[in-house]
C-alpha cells in the first residue's frame, strides 16, 4: 500500500471518530438538557400535586392536588394573605366583611352558617371551618360527603397566627404564609416606634359602638392585642376594672364609660349608629380626658376592627400611625 493511501485511509478514520465524538457529545447535551428540564417540570408538577395528609378536628384529609374552588367562611382573611380568592364569601344578609371587598369584589355570597344547599351551589373541592363549633347547618358528614372538608381546632381557628400558617400547610404555601407574618412583624416593629414618637406614653383606648351599647377592647381583643401586648402602646388603667374576658363580651354601661382614663380614644363603629349621637350629647362622656382634649377618633369602618386577621391588623395598624401622626 502506497504512503499516499495510508495517509488517506487514516485521514478518514480521524473524521469518523471526529463525527462520533461530536455525535456523542450532542446527545450527552441534549440528555442532560432534556433531564434538567424534566427535573423542573417534575419538580414544578410535585409542587402542585404533591400528596399530603392533614389531621384536624374531625379527622383527616388526603389532598392529592392545590385546592381551586374553596370556601372557607369567616376565614377569608387567611385566604386572601396567600394569595387566594374564595368561591364564595361569607355574609349575614347583605353584610359581608367590608375591608376585604377590594380583593373580594365580584365573589358571590354564602351563608355565615353556610347551609348544604349552598355549599352544593358553589361546588367546591376544598371546605373549611373555622372551628367545630362553626358546623351550624349540618354535620361534618354532610359537608365531607361534598367535597374535602378540614375543620381548625377551637384554639388554632382562635388565633390568627396559628390560622395563617395553618392555611399555608392546607394550601401548601408554608413558606408563603412565614413571609407575611414575618412582614407583618416588621411592619408592627416600625409602626409602634412611629406612634410613640408621636404620643410617647399616653394610653390609648378602642371603644365599639353598636346600636346604643358600647364595647371596650381588653389586652386580649381583637387588635388591641397587637397594639399592647406586641407594640407596647400604653393601656389605660381603666383596663384593669373590666370584668375577665369571657365567651360573651359584655357592653358597658355608659356611666362606667364616663371612668375611661385614656387620652386617645379610638370610637369605632358604622357611620350613623346611635351610640355616636349618645356620647356626644353625654356630660359623662364629655368630662372624660380624651373627649376635653378633642383626641376621640371616630372610625367608621369596624370591619377590620372587629375581627382577627393579618389584613385587618395591617389596617387598623395603618390608621392607628395615620390618625396619631396629624
Known amino acids: 500500500m502506497s504512503k499516499k493511501v495510508t495517509l488517506y485511509i487514516t485521514g478518514l478514520l480521524l473524521l469518523v471518530l471526529l463525527a462520533t465524538g461530536c455525535s456523542s457529545e450532542n446527545e450527552d447535551s441534549s440528555s442532560t438538557e432534556g433531564e434538567s428540564e424534566d ?33 372557607a367562611p369567616y376565614l377569608e382573611d387567611s385566604l386572601v394573605a396567600l394569595g387566594e380568592k374564595p368561591v364564595a364569601q361569607w355574609s349575614i344578609g347583605e353584610t359581608v366583611l367590608n375591608y376585604l371587598q377590594p380583593q373580594l369584589e365580584g365573589v358571590p355570597k354564602v351563608g355565615w352558617d353556610l347551609p348544604v344547599e349552598q355549599t352544593i351551589e358553589q361546588n367546591p373541592d376544598l371546605i373549611i371551618f373555622s372551628a367545630p363549633s362553626a358546623l351550624q347547618n349540618g354535620s361534618y358528614e354532610d359537608y365531607a360527603s361534598i367535597a374535602k372538608t378540614y375543620v381548625f381546632d377551637e384554639e388554632t381557628g382562635a388565633d390568627w397566627r396559628q390560622q395563617l400558617t395553618t392555611m399555608g400547610e392546607i394550601l401548601n404555601k408554608q413558606n408563603e404564609a412565614e413571609q407575611v407574618l414575618s412582614d407583618f412583624d416588621q411592619k408592627a416593629e ?22 346604643e351599647q358600647f364595647y371596650v377592647f381588653d389586652e386580649n381583643r381583637y387588635g388591641a392585642e397587637i397594639f399592647y401586648n406586641e407594640m407596647g402602646i400604653a393601656k389605660p388603667d381603666f383596663l384593669q376594672s373590666l370584668p375577665e374576658e369571657g365567651e360573651q363580651w359584655n357592653p358597658v354601661a355608659l356611666e362606667k364609660l364616663g371612668e375611661l382614663d385614656a387620652e386617645h380614644v379610638f370610637l369605632i363603629g358604622n357611620e350613623g349608629e346611635p351610640g355616636f349621637e349618645i356620647l356626644e350629647n ?32 395591617e389596617m387598623s395598624i395603618d390608621q392607628m400611625v395615620d390618625t396619631l401622626s396629624k
Open 39 to 71: 427535573t423542573a417540570a417534575s419538580e414544578e408538577n410535585s409542587e402542585e400535586t404533591s400528596e399530603r395528609t392533614l389531621k384536624h378536628a374531625m379527622g383527616e384529609i388526603t389532598l392529592k392536588e392545590k385546592p381551586e374552588r374553596i370556601l
Open 190 to 211: 416600625e409602626a409602634s416606634s412611629t406612634i410613640k414618637e408621636n404620643i410617647g406614653d399616653e394610653s390609648v383606648a378602642f371603644v365599639w359602638t353598636m346600636g
Open 282 to 313: 353625654s356630660s359623662v362622656w364629655q368630662n372624660t380626658p380624651a373627649a376635653q382634649n378633642g383626641q376621640v377618633y371616630e372610625m367608621n369602618d369596624p370591619s377590620h376592627w372587629t375581627i382577627d386577621g393579618v389584613i385587618a391588623h
